[in-house]
């Protein structure tokens, strides 16, 4: 899994739901989108990198500050359920 690319994508549903007045809708925005559109292997690639850069710096990309506070608030929800 290309975090990198994973890290622009997730900055691109940032710029979307960044546009909102509301920071606590945007923030919930970005989760629920990450958490519908992304499927698990994705998700937990991103989990991963903020797992070893708590900053969402990954290589030449980084997070946007609210694309890394809504997957660090939403952490949990946004982790996939273990395999059965």
Not at 2 to 17: C, E, K, W, Y
Not at 30 to 50: D, F, G, N
């Amino acid at each position: 899994m290309d975090t990198a690319n994973l890290i622009r994508m997730a900055n691109r549903i940032g710029d979307f739901f960044g546009a909102q007045p509301d920071r606590e809708e945007a923030l919930e925005g970005i989760a629920s989108h990450i958490q519908r559109s992304w499927e698990p292997r994705m998700r937990t690639a991103l989990l991963e990198s903020l797992a070893r850069h708590a900053d969402g710096q990954h290589d030449d990309v980084r997070l946007d500050p609210l694309v890394l506070e809504a997957v660090t608030k939403h952490r949990e929800r946004l982790t996939p359920a273990p395999a059965r």
